[in-house]
Every structure is written in C-alpha cells, then in structure tokens.
C-alpha cells in the first residue's frame, strides 16, 4: 500500500511569488491535514480537510490556504511568499477526521523562499 | 494555554543503553496523547497513540506511559539501537476541536 506522497520534494522561490504544494493520502483515508515545520517554531497545524471541507484551522494568515478535491488529494498554496515561509510543509493522511487515529505523515515539501 | 512541553531537548546515549523521554502537557480537554519519531529530513512515523484511559503502550523496544492525571507522559526506549537517532515528537490532540498541539521534540542521539 503506498504511503503518503507529497510533490514537489524540494523547491525555491522568491520572495512575493506564489507556491502550491501537492499531497496524495493513502488509499481509502479520507482525511488530510497540512503542518509546518521549522527550527524555530517546531511542527505547527495548518489545517485539515475532510470530504473536500477544510474542518480545522491553525493560526496562520489568509496566505495560506488548501483544498481537497473529490478523490481526497489535497494541495496548499501560499501566496505572497516571506523569507520566514521557508520551512518543511508535512501533509498527513487518516481514515476518518484525526482524533483518534493514527497519523500517517509523507516525506515533505523543503521550500526554500529566496 | 495549550502547551506541550519535552525535555530534554537533547540525549546522547551509548548504543545498548536505556533512555526515557519526558512529556509534559497543559492541553485541555485531553482527547489523545501520540508518540512520533523523525528521522532527520524525513516525514514522522507513528510510535504510540493512547487515549485518557490508557497508562501504558508498548511498540517493540519503545514504551509509553500516561498519567493523566498529572498531565505527563514517558518514552522509555529499551536497548537502544543506532538507526534510534532521531528526534521524538509529543503530540496531544485537543478534544472537541481534534487540533494537534506539538511538542519541540527531542532530539536522540545513539553513539556506538
């Protein structure tokens, strides 16, 4: 069964420009949440999508946002891209809304913004 | 505030040797507390997951405990391996609104 994959693996972008990064779940998990993951700051939530509806926020700004689409994949955009907006974005797939399951993680996404 | 604190934040073990991690959480309600490891550059991997009735799961040579009621949580690594090198992440899930709180990690180092 594959795991969770994410695309692209690694990337640099300017600062002002826009990013999307892409995740596939695991086959049959219908749930997909998006973290952040610095130094600094650790691992972070950005939010989550069930049946392509974001059902969790974390407290990032209006710059980032997501969507699921109907075979539960699921990108993330960042818009007006920061230097502090480099980080490991972690997309993470589970059956059913997160609480009591298991938490299947992918490799990640290294944006650099330059 | 929510909070998950880890200490410490850094180990250095020699390969063959015992360790415990500690977690400690203000996270209220409590729905779930979960143990990951993440090797460095690496997406994290699920240890242990245990819910407000649980006091102890084991995963192979990684055990976890849970007091609930003073708030904290063990990982006790048995007869540590070097491929153990990583950092371990503590997560509790806030109930009702199912958001994931994390901890700063530890960060595991096995010498041979």
């Known amino acids: 069964k594959a795991g969770v994959t994410q695309t692209p693996r690694y990337l640099i972008k300017t600062r002002g420009q826009q990013v999307t990064l892409s995740c596939s779940p695991i086959?049959?998990?219908?749930?997909v949440s998006w973290y952040q993951q610095t130094p600094g700051q650790g691992l972070q939530f950005l939010f989550e999508?069930?049946?392509?509806?974001?059902?969790n926020k974390g407290n990032f700004p209006g710059r980032f946002s997501g969507r699921q689409f109907s075979n539960s994949r699921s990108e993330m955009n960042v818009s007006t891209l920061e230097l502090g907006d480099s980080a490991l974005y972690l997309c993470?797939?589970?059956?059913?809304?997160?609480?009591?399951?298991?938490?299947?993680f992918g490799e990640g996404s290294w944006l650099t913004v330059v | 505030k929510n909070q998950v604190e880890q200490s410490p934040q850094s180990l250095i073990i020699l390969e063959g040797k015992n360790c415990t991690l500690q977690?400690?959480?203000?996270?209220?309600?409590?729905?779930?507390l979960r143990w990951y490891k993440q090797d460095t550059g690496r997406g994290p991997v699920s240890l242990t997951i245990?819910?407000?009735?649980?006091n102890t799961k084991s995963n192979g040579r990684y055990t976890a405990t849970l007091d609930a009621d003073t708030k904290q949580s063990s990982l006790h690594i048995t007869a540590s391996q070097l491929s153990d090198s990583a950092s371990y992440i503590c997560?509790?899930?806030?109930?009702?609104?199912?958001?994931?709180?994390f901890g700063a990690g530890t960060r595991l180092a096995v010498h041979p």
């Open positions: 086959s049959g998990h219908r749930s």
């Open positions: 997560v509790v899930t806030k109930g009702g609104y199912n958001k994931l709180i």
């Open positions: 999508y069930f049946s392509e509806t974001q059902r």
């Open positions: 245990m819910t407000f009735s649980e």
């Open positions: 993470a797939s589970s059956p059913d809304l997160t609480s009591g399951n298991t938490i299947y």
């Open positions: 977690c400690n959480y203000t996270v209220s309600p409590f729905s779930n």
